[in-house]
């Protein structure tokens, strides 16, 4: 059996019709790093087909396994549990709408090689209308992280993060939240646990045909205090 050196871990919620044209991209910037990967997905509970579209491409992905949530959990838990199961000495994750372009994956696999333990997404706007509102969440969100953590990663939230498994799973085992929150959390420990993270710099272009599972205003309310909770749990 040929050892995995690559896994990367799809979480799935409500995907709708642009999914498996995005895995059929993904899979073809796969197949052009020349290393041995799987793909884990990670359904969690979805409403629309989703379940039945990830069970469609098990048949027809040979490396290509899945877990399916018995309720919804969030983005974090799906990520957690992916890298748990992941194989890979580099294992990753992406959005899978990939409004961030799958064909940064090899960029964020050479930093990993080049020493990195964790490569981070820093995502930089189409200068659009459709975009705006985006930017400006972000934006936000990088400010008051800032302000409060002071950590030295401009874009803890972008949903495009790659590690060296054995560096992250002792950090994964302290990371409690299983929502949105979840990216901030790992990013903090990380950076405390003296991990060396680099940050790779992406384009995002927000896609119309397919609608976002982040609900702006419920999830950023959610974010702040969850924020304020962490930092005074965490004495910072």
């Known amino acids: 059996m040929t050892k995995v050196y690559l896994t990367l871990v799809i979480p799935c919620y409500n995907e709708g019709p642009t999914f498996a044209g995005s895995i059929k991209k993904i899979i073809s910037v796969l197949e052009k790093t020349k290393k041995s990967w799987e793909i884990i997905f990670v359904e969690d509970k979805s409403t629309d087909q989703t379940k ?25 838990k799906s990520v957690s549990d ?5 194989k890979g000495e580099i ?5 899978v709408d990939l409004e961030v372009s799958a064909d940064y994956i090899p960029l964020f696999v050479t930093e990993v090689e080049n020493g990195a333990d964790m490569a981070v997404g820093k995502r ?3 200068q659009t209308s459709s975009s705006i509102g985006r ?3 972000s934006k936000a969100y990088a400010r008051i992280v800032k302000i409060t953590l002071n950590l030295p990663i401009s874009d803890t939230e972008a ?12 950090i994964l085992a302290k990371t409690k939240d299983h929502g949105w929150f979840w990216d901030t959390e790992i990013c903090a420990r990380a950076v405390w646990a003296g991990l060396k993270i680099s940050q790779v710099p ?9 609608k976002s599972t982040v609900k702006v205003i419920g999830d950023s309310l959610d974010y702040f205090v969850k924020l304020i909770q962490f930092r005074r749990q965490n004495g910072r």
């Not at 992916?82 to 992941?86: E, P």
């Not at 060296?164 to 799973?169: C, N, V, W």
């Not at 992406?202 to 397919?210: E, N, T, W």
């Open 52 to 76: 039945d579209l990830v069970e469609e491409l098990l048949g027809k992905i040979e490396n290509a396994s899945a877990i399916f949530h018995n309720r919804n959990q969030g983005r974090g």
């Open 82 to 86: 992916g890298i748990l199961k992941a």
């Open 91 to 95: 294992c990753g994750f992406l959005d």
């Open 124 to 126: 930089f706007y189409e």
């Open 135 to 137: 930017y400006i969440a």
């Open 159 to 170: 949903g495009y993060k790659f590690f060296r498994r054995r560096s992250i799973l002792p």
């Open 202 to 210: 992406v384009l995002f272009v927000k896609r119309a045909d397919k």
